[in-house]
C-alpha cells in the first residue's frame, strides 16, 4: 500500500509493508518502492521485537531527520554535544525489544520457507472440493512471493446456515482458533461520519463480512494443518444448506 504526496515539486511514496516483509512482487522486494517504508514487528507478524517497528528511509537527509524526530528531537553534534531545533517524540525501540528483533531477523528466510510449505499444504487439502473461497495464490515464478502473515478464506455464508461467529465458535470449541481481519471502514463510526453506509463498497463488505484467517505460523506441523483443514471441512459440510 502505497500513500503519495508532493514535496518540493515531485512525488514523494511512502510505502506500507507492516504485514509483507519477505514478499516480493514484480521480481522486487516489497518495501523497496517507496522513499519511506514502514514494517511492523508486533507479535502476530512474521519476525517480531514483541513490539516495534522499523522506518526504512532512501535519503541520507531524510534518515537524520527521522533520528532526530524519534527521540526528543535530538541532534548529536561534531563535538559530541546535543542541539534540539524542533520537537520531537520517544519512538526509539528499547535495546532488549532490538536485539530480539535482530535475532529474529536472522532467522526470516527459515521462516518465510516455513510459512510457504504450510500455506502449500493448506491448498492441497482445501483444493478438491473447497468448501470455502481461497485466497489468491501468487506466481513465485512471475509476479513475486507472498510472505503468508496470514491465511484467509471468505465462508460462503449465503449456502450455509450458521453465521460466522458461530463457525469460529465451532472450531474453537475443538482447541482451533481462528481470526477475524479486517473491517470495512465506510460503514465503521467513524466512515460513517464522513459519508460511509452500505451497499457503497460491496465488495470490502463482503470481505470484511465473510473472512476468517485460519492458524499460520511458523511453528506449526503439516500435522496441524491437516487437522485444521479436516475441522473446517467438518463444521462447513454439517452446516451447508
Not at 504450510?118 to 510472505?147: E, H, I, K, N, W
Not at 502473515?149 to 482451533?176: H, Q, W, Y
Not at 496441524?224 to 459440510?237: H, K, Q, S
Amino acid at each position: 500500500m502505497r500513500f503519495w504526496r508532493w514535496r518540493d515539486g515531485g512525488a514523494f511514496g511512502c510505502e506500507d509493508a507492516a504485514l509483507v516483509i519477505g514478499s516480493r512482487w514484480k521480481g522486487r522486494n516489497v518495501g523497496a518502492f517507496g522513499d519511506l517504508t514502514t514494517f511492523s514487528f508486533h507479535p502476530n507478524k512474521n519476525i517480531t521485537s514483541i513490539e516495534g517497528g522499523a522506518l526504512v528511509v532512501n535519503d541520507a537527509a531524510e534518515a537524520k531527520r527521522v533520528e532526530s524526530l524519534r527521540f526528543h528531537g535530538i541532534t548529536y553534534l561534531s563535538d559530541r554535544t546535543r542541539d534540539v531545533a524542533f520537537p520531537g517524540g520517544k519512538f526509539n525501540m528499547p535495546d532488549v525489544n532490538a536485539r530480539i528483533g535482530y535475532s529474529q531477523l536472522e532467522r526470516l528466510p527459515e521462516f518465510l520457507a516455513r510459512r510457504r510449505a504450510l500455506v502449500d499444504r493448506y491448498f492441497a487439502r482445501l483444493a478438491t472440493d473447497p468448501p470455502c473461497v481461497l485466497p489468491p495464490r501468487p506466481d513465485a515464478d512471475a509476479d513475486g512471493a507472498s510472505s503468508w502473515n496470514m491465511f484467509c478464506v471468505l465462508l460462503p455464508l449465503d449456502r450455509l446456515t450458521i453465521s460466522r461467529k458461530a463457525f469460529r465458535d465451532a472450531l474453537e470449541a475443538r482447541g482451533i482458533g481462528t481470526g477475524m481481519s479486517y473491517e470495512a471502514l465506510h460503514v465503521c463510526t467513524l466512515g460513517r461520519r464522513h459519508g460511509g453506509r452500505e451497499g457503497q463498497f460491496p465488495n470490502a463488505e463482503r470481505i470484511a463480512r465473510e473472512t476468517v484467517a485460519l492458524p499460520l505460523h511458523a511453528g506449526m506441523s503439516e500435522a496441524d494443518v491437516d487437522r485444521v483443514c479436516a475441522t473446517v471441512a467438518e463444521v462447513l459440510a454439517a452446516a451447508r444448506k
